[in-house]
């Protein structure tokens, strides 16, 4: 592999949610590593054959890591593969994905997690790190080996968007993985009180005629969950929250000094129930869009931290699978290529600071997972993210790179896009 060349990313906005750093400055790659960032670097002599790109009016800011995305490998590979997601990822500026391990088979060996690992690293263009499986076979009964598993290279330990039933099987587990400090994903949500539901229970389901998923199948789990890891002392970690009550769960846990953070789905956080209506399948998600209140309350928890990251809940589905009656069709939507975009729709609207949305998106889920990403300090490596913030467009999504276009926001318009994204120190896209 040849030599990354050096690169200037000169006269930007960088933005450092790691060091509280918000400057306009240069910022120097080489080696692959963030060699320096400071106001005037261009005129202190930079190193043979530097890469001179002009940022002014752009945004840098690290490479987001995507907490949570399904990737098909292995046995869906005609929902997405490796290499399809990371070219998606990185036009979204995430150069870190960590995957889900609802596969077939399921990630729930270290034979597995090397597989993942070494296809990633011959067929993708971003950083790939798998979660492994909490429970053998995502069934919810018998825990996995979380040592072998955490020393193979899983980063996290989650069955996906299954909730373990027991809270015996959940407790041991969380026990067990305090040994090794590692870390607890888990789904909240009740499957007895989901049922059949497709959508927010309330009036609109009612005037759709569609089975609701009321809010407390979430909250219930979240409950139950805090106490266990108030009881086990391990590190939990709300995989999807949606809703005012489960807010209001995760405060009394965090005021309390627990071991416990949560994510929220972009989706959640700037979609709500209303846009279902038109029985439009690519808005059928799982937790489901809940009200607008919910909606609103979920955008201030982020603002003020409550919620710790942001996540794409990217999961391809094809069109047999999406274009059906609303209830028969599969829950799901992408996300990885839009997370960011969507995101600053809250920045624009003064909901969220444009800090607060970096950091959920890239520091703080690259700190729990004890990543080397998430940050611009000399000497990490450079993976990084360039912003035209004031860029207008509109999403087409035949233009996606994902296989599936199972997209919330066709034809949806943004402002502010990723024009650039570095890996290592090397361009994996670049806007034109």
Same mark, same amino acid.
């Given at each position: 592999?040849?030599?990354?060349?050096?690169?200037?990313?000169?006269?930007?906005?960088?933005?450092?949610?790691?060091?509280?750093?918000?400057?306009?400055?240069?910022?120097?790659?080489?080696?692959?590593?963030?060699?320096?960032?400071?106001?005037?670097?261009?005129?202190?002599?930079?190193?043979?054959?530097?890469?001179?790109?002009?940022?002014?009016?752009?945004?840098?800011?690290?490479?987001?890591?995507?907490?949570?995305?399904?990737?098909?490998?292995?046995?869906?590979?005609?929902?997405?593969?490796?290499?399809?997601?990371?070219?998606?990822?990185?036009?979204?500026?995430?150069?870190?994905?960590?995957?889900?391990?609802?596969?077939?088979?399921?990630?729930?060996?270290?034979?597995?997690?090397?597989?993942?690992?070494?296809?990633?690293?011959?067929?993708?263009?971003?950083?790939?790190?798998?979660?492994?499986?909490?429970?053998?076979?995502?069934?919810?009964?018998?825990?996995?080996?979380?040592?072998?598993?955490?020393?193979?290279?899983?980063?996290?330990?989650?069955?996906?968007?299954?909730?373990?039933?027991?809270?015996?099987?959940?407790?041991?587990?969380?026990?067990?993985?305090?040994?090794?400090?590692?870390?607890?994903?888990?789904?909240?949500?009740?499957?007895?009180?989901?049922?059949?539901?497709?959508?927010?229970?309330?009036?609109?389901?009612?005037?759709?005629?569609?089975?609701?998923?009321?809010?407390?199948?979430?909250?219930?789990?979240?409950?139950?969950?805090?106490?266990?890891?108030?009881?086990?002392?391990?590190?939990?970690? &709300?995989?999807? *929250?949606?809703?005012? !009550?489960?807010?209001?769960? $995760?405060?009394? %846990?965090? /005021?309390? @000094? +627990?071991?416990?953070?949560?994510?929220?789905?972009?989706?959640?956080?700037?979609?709500?129930?209303?846009?279902?209506?038109?029985?439009?399948?690519?808005?059928?998600? &799982?937790?489901? *869009?809940?009200?607008? !209140?919910?909606?609103?309350? $979920?955008?201030? %928890?982020? /603002?003020? @931290? +409550?919620?710790?990251?942001?996540?794409?809940?990217?999961?391809?589905q094809d069109v047999e699978v999406k274009r059906l009656p609303?209830?028969?069709?599969?829950?799901?939507?992408?996300?990885?290529?839009t997370m960011l975009a969507a995101g600053l729709r809250l920045?624009?609207?003064?909901?969220? @600071? +444009?800090?607060?949305?970096?950091?959920?998106?890239?520091?703080?889920?690259?700190?729990?997972?004890?990543?080397?990403?998430?940050?611009?300090?000399?000497?990490?490596?450079?993976?990084?993210?360039?912003?035209?913030?004031?860029?207008?467009?509109?999403?087409?999504?035949?233009?996606?790179?994902?296989?599936?276009?199972?997209?919330?926001?066709?034809?949806?318009?943004?402002?502010?896009?990723?024009?650039?994204?570095?890996?290592?120190?090397?361009?994996?896209?670049?806007?034109?």
């Open positions: 592999m040849p030599d990354i060349r050096p690169v200037l990313l000169a006269g930007a906005r960088i933005l450092d949610p790691s060091r509280d750093l918000d400057i306009v400055g240069d910022l120097l790659v080489a080696d692959g590593l963030v060699k320096d960032l400071a106001p005037g670097l261009a005129a202190t002599g930079l190193p043979d054959g530097t890469e001179v790109v002009d940022c002014r009016g752009r945004l840098v800011v690290p490479g987001l890591v995507d907490m949570r995305a399904f990737i098909g490998e292995p046995g869906a590979e005609h929902r997405e593969t490796l290499a399809s997601a990371s070219q998606a990822a990185a036009a979204g500026g995430v150069t870190t994905i960590i995957c889900q391990p609802d596969t077939d088979p399921a990630i729930d060996e270290p034979a597995i997690v090397d597989f993942l690992q070494r296809r990633a690293r011959d067929t993708a263009i971003v950083r790939v790190h798998p979660m492994a499986a909490l429970t053998k076979g995502l069934e919810g009964r018998e825990m996995t080996e979380i040592g072998l598993l955490q020393a193979a290279g899983a980063v996290a330990f989650t069955d996906g968007a299954r909730s373990v039933r027991s809270a015996q099987v959940l407790r041991r587990a969380l026990t067990y993985a305090r040994m090794f400090d590692a870390l607890i994903v888990h789904h909240t949500e009740d499957a007895d009180l989901t049922g059949e539901g497709v959508m927010n229970e309330g009036e609109l389901a009612a005037r759709l005629g569609l089975a609701g998923t009321p809010k407390a199948a979430e909250a219930i789990v979240l409950e139950r969950d805090v106490r266990l890891a108030d009881m086990t002392g391990g590190r939990y970690h &709300a995989a999807s *929250l949606t809703c005012v !009550e489960s807010l209001d769960v $995760l405060r009394r %846990a965090k /005021d309390a @000094g +627990l071991n416990v953070t949560a994510s929220a789905s972009i989706n959640h956080l700037t979609l709500n129930e209303r846009d279902v209506v038109g029985y439009r399948t690519f808005f059928k998600l &799982a937790p489901p *869009l809940r009200s607008e !209140e919910d909606r609103l309350a $979920l955008a201030a %928890a982020l /603002d003020e @931290g +409550l919620i710790d990251v942001v996540v794409s809940d990217h999961n391809p609303f209830s028969e069709a599969a829950f799901g939507a992408i996300g990885l290529e920045v624009n609207d003064g909901t969220v @600071g +444009l800090a607060a949305l970096i950091r959920s998106l890239s520091t703080r889920p690259a700190e729990l997972l004890g990543l080397e990403a998430g940050t611009l300090r000399p000497g990490r490596p450079a993976d990084i993210a360039v912003i035209a913030p004031d860029e207008a467009w509109i999403l087409e999504a035949a233009a996606l790179k994902s296989r599936c276009l199972n997209t919330p926001f066709d034809e949806s318009r943004f402002e502010g896009r990723v024009v650039r994204t570095l890996v290592g120190g090397r361009t994996v896209y670049e806007y034109v």
